[in-house]
């Protein structure tokens, strides 16, 4: 069956780090790739997507990267600052691409 | 726009009772998900509409859960009879649906559900 991993055990990092979090997932080849950033106490937002066919994308402070061969993403997030301190998770489009699947999520605390 | 609205934003029941969550969608998106978040199990799909026609149920965990979407501005999740281990934070999202592909999905601020 799909499955998606990420670190369950929370990151922290000293503020202007670069903080970078896993997404391993198994048993498909999805077309796409996000991102998402969810706050105690709130849905999660969306930050970035990246398709099969891109090696990595950018978005100011964001970068992702996603490796089909290793299936596996890696999101960096530079200069990191305490207000990054969140859960971040990763989500896939199921086989057929017509729901998504969200990860765990991976706590990041950015300490000032 | 206001983004995708949920309520109630907190609800306490007693098991046994009733309990109807509502969410209104962003206007213009043609697709709808209900979700369920807890610690142990993550943020679990449980059901999704596409134009207003439910497309896949299959993680609503059981008959007592049931889920509407009468037009393009409302969905309803209810559940009956609540019991303690539905206790949750659900959440609504909407999103497009464009050639095939689900653009970012936009959340609601969710409901905390207690059961007693």
């Known amino acids: 069956s799909q499955k998606i991993e990420q670190n369950s055990e929370a990151l922290n990092i000293q503020e202007g780090k670069t903080a970078t979090l896993t997404c391993n997932y198994t048993?498909?080849?999805?077309?796409?790739l996000q991102w998402y950033r969810q706050d105690p106490g709130r849905g999660p937002v969306f930050l970035l997507l990246?398709?099969?066919?891109?090696k990595e994308k950018r978005k100011e402070r964001l970068k992702v990267t996603f490796d089909t061969t290793l299936k596996q993403s890696l999101f960096h997030i530079t200069a990191s600052q305490p207000a990054d301190s969140a859960t971040y998770l990763c989500?896939?489009?199921?086989?057929?691409?017509?729901?998504?699947?969200f990860g765990a999520g991976t706590r990041l605390f950015v300490k000032a | 726009d206001a983004g995708v609205i949920q309520s109630p934003r907190h609800e306490v029941t007693e098991m046994g009772q009733e309990v109807t969550l509502r969410c209104k969608p962003i206007?213009?998106?043609?697709?709808l998900f209900w979700y369920r978040q807890t610690m142990m199990r993550g943020l679990e799909l449980l059901i999704y509409?596409?134009?207003?026609?439910?497309?896949?149920d299959s993680g609503m965990p059981e008959d007592r859960f049931s889920a509407k979407m009468p037009n393009a501005s409302f969905s309803t999740l209810k559940i009956q009879p609540s019991e303690p281990r539905d206790s949750a934070v659900y959440f609504c999202?909407?999103?497009?649906?464009?050639?095939?592909?689900?653009?970012?999905?936009?959340f609601g601020p969710g409901t905390r559900l207690t059961v007693l």
């Open positions: 509409f596409n134009n207003n026609v439910p497309i896949d």
């Open positions: 048993n498909y080849s999805p077309a796409y």
């Open positions: 206007s213009g998106h043609n697709s």
């Open positions: 999202a909407s999103s497009s649906l464009i050639a095939g592909v689900y653009n970012e999905q936009f």
């Open positions: 990246i398709r099969e066919n891109e």
């Open positions: 989500a896939l489009p199921n086989t057929g691409g017509f729901k998504t699947i």
